[in-house]
């Protein structure tokens, strides 16, 4: 290591796709304020066609840029990221942020002050201030029935969406939680090599939930610091890609293939299948013309290709 160039505490991570006014404003949210701690930052362009390459290497020379040619998708260009970064913590960090001066020295003190803890994770909150409660306990297979099919009428469902979304929990004060926001998680480089990066056969959505699990199941908690506290707008890439609800299922069998077996994996595209069936039912017998319902039964026949497809 160059004594003129210590080693930086934190690598931010950051993959960016077609977000250029987000980008900027969360990068100069890391490079011109005074964090408390060393900073690298890197960020993974997937191919943006809004310009927000050529902007980062005009307006922040010091970041460390990856330029793919296409959207390789967030889990890749975490892992990419990763790959290059020199800090010995890493936090990977959605473009759609903007980081506090105190929100990363928090939370890498949490971890050097707590050596057992595997990552940490900050409050969200959202432009107006208000908190995101978005915390999550760990998905299960009624999940996937539930999201399916609704059932917003029955006592089971309410209760079970609750207890997933943890709405038994004010998101105001710290505590371990098994999947904090994905928006932002700060890791030990040691643990990042030892437990992995995202699983890249998730490409955009579980795959936060997949790295979470498999912190937990090392043995190190995760904690959620309310203390340190980013400003988050949310999907800014994600509600972008066309069939994000497709891809959303595919990786969503994916997860309970890895984690609870192919018996498992079976019975959620089963669920999936049966509720596609339906809605093509519905619109077979609807009051809708000919022509508008062949094209939707299209649609709906590619997003069950993409989602069973493996």
Known sequence: MDPGHPRPDISVVIPSWNTQGLTRDCLHSLLHQDHGCRLEVVVVDNGSHDGSADMIEREFPEVVLIRNERNEYFSKACNQGAAVATGRYVCYLNSDTIVTPEALRRMMAFLEQHPGHGAVAPRLDNPDGS?????????????????????????????????????????????????????????????????????????????????????????????????AHIFHVGSASVVRHPLWRAEFMRNQVRYFRKHGGLVTALAAKGIILGSGLLVALRTLVGPRPLREKRELIGQLGRSMQIALGG
């Not at 009624?142 to 997933?164: K, M, P, S, T, W």
């Not at 710290?174 to 999947?179: G, H, L, P, R």
């Open 131 to 227: 908190v995101q409660p978005i915390c999550r306990r760990f998905p299960r297979l009624i999940e996937v029935l539930i999201d399916q099919f609704g059932f917003e009428q029955y006592e089971f469902a309410r209760r079970y969406r609750d207890h997933a979304a943890m709405k038994d929990f004010d998101h105001l004060s710290s505590a371990d939680v098994e999947q904090p926001p994905g928006a932002c998680l700060l890791m030990r480089r040691t643990d990042v090599d030892e437990i992995g990066g995202f699983d890249e056969s998730m490409p955009l959505f579980y795959s936060d939930v997949d790295l979470c699990l498999r912190i937990w199941r090392s043995g190190r908690p995760i904690r959620f610091l309310a203390e």
